[in-house]
């Protein structure tokens, strides 16, 4: 399924669809170059769960956890991360990234191609690019 994404308005649409195309798969893989909408996106994504917490980037706390409810009510959590600093798979792992991938909670990673030794078979991945007109396209799989 592919996006091209012109105004910034429409994406909390694209995380619907995301979330529809997941099946209730939780794990996302963000991948696409700086500026190209993943944080953006992660963004959208917590606001369609009616995330209580402000979205940032965790490019430098390397996680962030924004709490929603469910629809039974319960108290939820999404996780953010953002390998971009990572140096080796090591390094992942020592900051728990098995703990992130194998739970029961949403996770949205940023720059995850230091873990796909280690990745979930159900993964969903999200392609972000930056276009030559300044729009976006994002294409899942």
């Known amino acids: 399924m592919e996006f091209i994404i012109r105004h910034i308005g429409v994406l909390e649409k694209v995380a619907e669809a995301a979330l529809a195309f997941a099946g209730g798969r939780k794990k996302f893989f963000l991948t696409g170059d700086l500026g190209s909408g993943k944080t953006t996106f992660t963004k959208a994504f917590c606001k369609k769960l009616e995330a209580s917490d402000e979205v940032t980037s965790p490019t430098y706390s ?80």
């Open 62 to 141: 390397l996680v962030n956890e924004y709490a929603y409810r469910d629809e039974n009510g319960h108290e939820k959590i999404i996780h953010h991360l953002d390998l971009y600093r990572l140096k080796n798979l090591q390094e992942a792992l020592d900051i728990g990234i098995e703990d992130y991938l194998y739970d029961q909670n949403y996770c949205l990673i940023e720059w995850p191609e230091i873990i796909e030794p280690i990745a979930p078979d159900d993964v969903v991945r999200i392609i972000f690019s930056l276009e030559a007109d300044s729009s976006r396209k994002i294409l899942f799989l």
